[in-house]
């Protein structure tokens, strides 16, 4: 069974400062992907970034980049220039790929808040 | 808007009673999982659907709970005799089989459920 541990239930963050959110996953598959997804405030859950675990290379999207380190089991989010509506519960999901399912296994998230 | 829509958005119900939940994925996605989210944690998988067929369902899902899919667009969540520890927020998720998309999944709302 896969799981997946966020360590940091909350953090804070000053607008257009940069924060680093942890991930930690444990797995015994080596075909997987990576997520992190967003959920505001009363608002619905959507992904922010994707990695597939046989590139090497780091995944980005605009402020949002990752930095996974595949034989620490390690995937840790980085937001830079931190914006007020980035104020959300992170989650960080798995997902065997090849499989028949494509569950998420997702972590117990963090609370992030950007301060003005 | 396009999305994936779950109706109701909220229910309250008395312990013992039946509810039944509603959700429409977007309309090319053949995928569609349930999740549930309990406070301070992450969404847990429920089961899933490709097309009609419901080919998973997780250990979480008593038999109380029953899922359904017909014709294969929209699918319902019953919950029979609820108890307090059903209350959580129940999520919908859809996603497609093509290539190169099929590991997004985009969720819905949500339904919260309070049970008294």
């Known amino acids: 069974a896969q799981t997946v541990t966020q360590s940091q239930p909350e953090m804070s963050v000053q607008e257009a400062e940069t924060v680093t959110l942890s991930c930690t996953y444990d797995?015994?598959?080596?075909?997987?992907?990576l997520f992190w997804y967003k959920q505001p405030p009363s608002r619905q859950m959507i992904l922010v970034i994707r990695?597939?675990?046989?590139?090497?290379q780091n995944a980005t999207e605009n402020r949002f980049s990752v930095n996974f380190q595949k034989a620490a089991k390690s995937f840790s989010l980085k937001i830079s220039d931190s914006q007020l509506g980035d104020t959300a519960m992170y989650f960080c999901a798995f997902m065997i790929s090849g499989g028949s399912n494509y569950k998420l296994t997702f972590g117990k998230g963090t609370l992030l808040t950007v301060n003005p | 808007d396009t999305g994936v829509s779950q109706d109701p958005r909220h229910k309250i119900t008395k312990r013992g009673q039946n509810v039944t939940f509603r959700c429409d994925p977007i309309s090319e996605h053949n995928r569609l999982y349930w999740y549930r989210q309990t406070l301070g944690q992450g969404p847990e998988f429920l089961t899933y659907f490709q097309n009609e067929a419901q080919l998973e369902k997780s250990r979480l899902l008593s038999d109380r709970f029953s899922a359904e899919r017909p014709k294969g667009s929209f699918s319902t969540l019953e919950i029979q005799r609820t108890e307090q520890g059903d209350s959580a927020m129940y999520l919908c998720?859809?996603?497609?089989?093509?290539?190169?998309?099929?590991?997004?999944?985009?969720f819905g709302p949500g339904t919260r459920l309070t049970v008294l």
């Open positions: 797995t015994s598959e080596s075909n997987y992907y």
């Open positions: 990695q597939e675990a046989y590139k090497q």
């Open positions: 998720a859809s996603s497609r089989t093509t290539s190169g998309t099929k590991y997004e999944q985009f």
